[in-house]
């Protein structure tokens, strides 16, 4: 089950970001983040109250730790999507994103099964595989390109994401992801105030809307899922999350997929289910 709703929660993060993507075409990074973690956080607040009372001030803090790290991940791959190849920067952000919580998994003990370390080695090669750009005289990951140094550093912002949040105790419920939407909210908005960002246009609104309902449903079924299973090997099923962004893009950007991405999509199939049989 919790592999389950990490997968689900991986493809729900990969529409997301591609929604979320293509609002920031539309607007400033800062503003579509702000409004479409306002519309997370509001609705994670409505429905918390029903899945648990509320926990202690610790369980706050660790949501608040992860959602300011979160949101600094966001700005950048939204404006990283929004300036460079969505088919770079996904791949490149879900390495960074997947290295950071299975470091952090194994240094604190955490011991997966021969299996699935397998399935981890073959999940990083499938990622670095679909990040190889086509129809490009250079690979991204060997230039040193904007969209890499965006994605890495988005990267390791959500890994820290996922580390943080993890720290939160089973009795809270989702109570933590409202400290992490609220000092997310909190965050952008004295950068909006300071950097005197417009407010989001009317066009790109309802895309990012739905990008905050998603992001707000994936980081729920995250959170439900690294409470069942080690935080090493959720992370990396997670990070398979730029397989729906990338066809996405091919479908509705014409965006092309080479051969080397379609074995690393293949080879991610495989490395979920070693983890899973594991």
């Given at each position: ?8 929660s ?18 400033s ?24 009372a ?12 992860a ?47 021969p ?12 990622i670095?595989?679909?990040a ?9 990951l060997i ?6 140094a ?25 109570w933590?992801?409202?400290?992490s ?44 899922a690294v ?14 999350y ?37």
């Amino acid at each position: 089950m919790p592999f389950f709703l990490a997968g689900l929660s991986s493809l729900t993060f990969g529409v997301a970001d591609f929604v979320g993507g293509l609002a920031t075409r539309r607007s400033s990074a800062v503003s579509v983040v702000l409004l479409s973690q306002s519309v997370a956080g509001t609705g994670v607040l409505a429905v918390a109250p029903f899945v648990s009372a509320i926990p202690g001030a610790s369980d706050f803090a660790w949501g608040a730790a992860a959602g300011i790290a979160g949101s600094i991940g966001l700005v950048l791959f939204y404006h990283a999507l929004a300036t460079t190849r969505i088919g770079v920067t996904a791949p490149v952000t879900a390495v960074f994103g997947t290295a950071t919580p299975v470091v952090f998994g194994i240094w604190d003990g955490e011991r997966p099964m021969p299996l699935a370390w397998l399935g981890i080695a073959l999940a990083l090669m499938a990622i670095v595989l679909i990040a190889f750009p086509t129809g490009e005289a250079s690979p991204a990951l060997i230039g040193g390109t904007r969209a890499v140094a965006y994605g890495a550093t988005a990267g390791v912002a959500f890994g820290m994401f996922g580390v943080l949040i993890s720290r939160t105790s089973d009795s809270s419920g989702i109570w933590p992801l409202v400290g992490s939407r609220g000092a997310s909210v909190a965050l952008l908005v004295l950068i909006t105030l300071a950097s005197r960002r417009p407010m989001v246009p009317r066009e790109a609104r309802g895309l990012a809307i739905t990008a905050g309902s998603l992001d707000m449903v994936a980081n729920v079924l995250f959170l439900i899922a690294v409470r069942q299973e080690l935080l090493s090997l959720v992370a990396v099923i997670m990070a398979m999350y730029p397989a729906s962004t990338i066809g996405l893009a091919r479908f509705v950007l014409q965006e092309r997929i080479g051969r080397a991405q379609t074995v690393g999509l293949g080879l991610g199939v495989i490395a979920v289910t070693l983890i899973v049989l594991a």
